[in-house]
């Protein structure tokens, strides 16, 4: 891919293959993750609306009759599927994605105490979107694969040289509305999440792209 079209800059921390164990890139990958993993956290202990994968989940399970973490579980598994003909590849980073948030979202829940004031909740919100956006970026220069989602998003990209900012926030804005037409439940959160979160990767790879010091110059 020309540099021109390339989504995912070679930085510092880029680790040699989709399964190598590198310390450099293992560390920014599991970072990363902690901090995609509290960002969800923040978002949910707001009450101000699930993110809209979540929501998705949320409708799927109440037309399915089932619950909504095999509802997820299915949604993430179709989406996967998408990856084939976008030629994506497993990887370290997606297995590390699917423990390492799980972790981090029920540590962040269990112990940050939720807000009560409707101030303090976008507060939640708006910090949960950036460590959100910010890890995902992160995480996803170390070249070690990415989750379901992250991974759609960014073999769109790639196939048809589009911006990260358009295509993550067209894909959440479409999920968000299929959720809801299915029955989940949206709110303030999900409406900001759906319309910043693209933006927020992409403003976060800018910022590394054009950081002399991140980036492998080999």
Not at 82 to 91: D, E, I, S, T, V
Not at 168 to 183: A, H, M, N, Q
């Amino acid at each position: 891919m020309s540099k021109k079209h390339q989504i995912l800059p070679q930085t510092r921390w880029t680790a040699t293959s989709f399964w190598s164990l590198e310390f450099r890139s293992l560390s920014v990958l599991l970072l990363s993750f902690v901090i995609v993993g509290i960002g969800d956290g923040l978002l949910l202990l707001s009450n101000l609306g699930s993110a809209p994968w979540t929501i998705l989940s949320q409708g799927v399970a109440l037309q399915g009759g089932f619950g909504v973490g095999w509802a997820s579980l299915l949604i993430s598994i179709m989406v996967m599927l998408a990856w084939f003909p976008l030629k994506l590849k497993l990887g370290l980073g997606t297995l590390l994605n699917i423990l390492v948030i799980a972790l981090f979202l029920g540590i962040t829940t269990a112990y940050v105490p939720a807000p009560t004031s409707l101030l303090g909740r976008l507060v939640f919100v708006f910090i949960g979107v950036f460590c959100f956006g910010v890890g995902t970026a992160f995480y996803l220069t170390c070249h070690q694969g990415a989750g379901p989602r992250d991974g759609l998003m960014v073999g769109l990209c790639q196939r048809f040289h589009w911006r990260i900012g358009i295509v993550r926030t067209s894909i959440e804005v479409t999920v968000c509305l299929l959720g809801f037409l299915l029955g989940g439940t949206v709110g303030i959160g999900t409406v900001v999440f759906a319309l910043s979160i693209g933006w927020v990767v992409q403003l976060s790879l800018m910022v590394i792209n054009r950081s002399p010091c991140l980036l492998d110059n080999t």
